[in-house]
Nanobody
């Protein structure tokens, strides 16, 4: 099994910044995609940003230019720098990672979630 632990959420004013961190541990051979999803009350979980082990990124259009995903493969850690935060960014943010044994896909894993609240 793979465990993902997030940190860095909190309450911030509109226009402010937060940095989320997520570290993977457990039975890991390799991770291809690692990143962040979020879920606001009454809405489905949506992609925020992901990065492959090779550095390819994917961002939601709503966060492009404001959020930056980075990754340290050696530390099995992914970060999300969130700038110019808006009230619409308020959600529970979940870390995501897949898992491979060589080329064999073993599953998707999720963190427990960290609350981000953007409010004045």
């Amino acid at each position: 099994q793979v465990q993902l632990v997030e940190s860095g959420g909190g309450l911030v004013q509109p226009g402010g910044s937060l940095r989320l961190s997520c570290t993977a541990s457990g039975s890991i051979f390799s991770i291809n995609v690692m990143g962040w999803y979020r879920q606001a009350p009454g809405k489905e979980r949506e992609l925020v940003a992901t990065m492959t082990s090779g550095g390819r990124t994917n961002y939601a259009g709503s966060v492009q230019g404001r959020f930056t995903i980075t990754r340290d493969n050696a530390k099995k850690t992914v970060y999300l720098q969130m700038n110019s935060l808006k009230p619409d960014d308020t959600a529970v943010y979940y870390c995501y990672a897949d898992s491979y044994y060589y080329s064999e896909y073993r599953g998707d894993y999720w963190g427990q979630g960290t609350q981000v609240t953007v409010s004045s």
